[in-house]
C-alpha cells in the first residue's frame, strides 16, 4: 500500500515568490493534516481537514497562507508571498480520523527562502 | 491546553546499552499518547501509541513505553541499543474524547555510539 505522497521533496526560492505544496493522502483516509516543522523543533499543526472541509485552520497564518482539499483526496498548501521565516520542513500526513488513530506522515517538502 | 516536555534535545549511549527517552505531559485527564521516530530527511513514523488499555505499550524495533498516570509521564525505553536506532524521536499527545489533534514535544535526537 502507497503512503502518504508529497511533492516537491525540495524547493528553494527568493522572498516574495509564492509557493504550493501538494501531498495525496493514503487511500480511503478522510482526515488530512498539514504540519509545520521548524529546525530542531516538533511539528506544529497547520490546519486538519475532515475530507473537503477544513475543521482546525486556527493555527494558519492567514494572512500569506492557503490551503485547499478539493474532492476529499489530494491537497494543496500555498504560501503568497514567502518570507525568510517561512524556511522549513512542511509534513503532511492522513488517518482515519479518531483520536486513537495512527496519523501516517509523508516524507516532507524542505522550503529554503532566500 | 495540553502539552509534552521532552528534557534534554541530545541523548548518546553506547551500542548494546539501554535507551531511555523521558516524556511528561500535562493534562486535565489522562490522555491518549504516542512516540515517533523521525530518521532523517523522512517523515515521522509511529513507534507505539498509548490508548488506555495497558499501561505498557510494546511498539516497533524492540522499543515500549509505560503510561504512569501519577507522575504524568511516558518514557520510551529500549533493553539494548542498535546502530540503526539513531534518529529523533517524538513524543506527542491527543486529547481523549476530543479531535485527532496531536501536540508534539520538541524532540529528543539519539546517537548511539559503536
Known amino acids: 500500500e502507497a503512503g502518504v505522497v508529497q511533492s516537491p521533496r525540495y524547493k528553494i526560492i527568493e522572498k516574495k515568490q509564492p509557493v504550493a505544496f501538494w501531498c495525496n493522502p493514503i487511500?480511503?483516509?478522510?482526515?488530512l493534516y498539514w504540519y509545520l516543522q521548524n529546525l530542531g523543533q516538533g511539528p506544529e499543526l497547520l490546519i486538519r481537514?475532515?475530507?473537503?472541509?477544513?475543521?482546525?485552520d486556527s493555527q494558519l497564518p492567514k494572512d500569506r497562507f492557503s490551503a485547499e482539499r478539493l474532492k476529499g483526496v489530494d491537497s494543496t498548501l500555498k504560501i503568497q508571498p514567502a518570507e525568510l521565516g517561512d524556511s522549513a520542513v512542511y509534513l503532511c500526513?492522513?488517518?482515519?480520523?479518531?483520536?486513537?488513530?495512527?496519523?501516517?506522515f509523508g516524507p516532507g517538502t524542505r522550503l529554503t527562502v532566500l | 491546553a495540553q502539552s509534552v516536555t521532552q528534557l534534554g534535545s541530545h541523548v548518546s549511549v553506547s551500542e548494546g546499552a539501554l535507551v531511555l527517552l523521558r516524556c511528561n505531559y500535562s493534562?486535565?485527564?489522562?490522555?491518549?499518547l504516542f512516540w515517533y521516530v523521525q530518521y532523517p530527511n523522512q517523515g515521522l513514523q509511529l513507534l507505539l501509541k498509548?490508548?488506555?488499555?495497558?499501561?505498557l505499550v510494546k511498539g516497533i524495533n524492540g522499543f515500549e513505553a509505560e503510561f504512569k498516570k501519577s507522575e504524568t509521564s511516558f518514557h520510551l525505553t529500549k533493553p539494548s541499543a542498535h546502530m540503526s536506532d539513531a534518529a529523533e524521536y517524538f513524543c506527542?499527545?491527543?486529547?481523549?474524547?476530543?479531535?485527532?489533534?496531536?501536540?508534539f514535544g520538541k524532540g529528543i535526537t539519539l546517537s548511539v555510539r559503536p
Open positions: 500526513a492522513s488517518s482515519s480520523g479518531q483520536p486513537t488513530d495512527t496519523q501516517y
Open positions: 487511500s480511503g483516509h478522510n482526515t
Open positions: 481537514y475532515e475530507n473537503e472541509e477544513a475543521v482546525d
Open positions: 493534562s486535565s485527564v489522562p490522555p491518549y
Open positions: 498509548y490508548t488506555s488499555a495497558a499501561t
Open positions: 506527542a499527545v491527543s486529547e481523549v474524547g476530543a479531535n485527532s489533534k496531536l501536540t
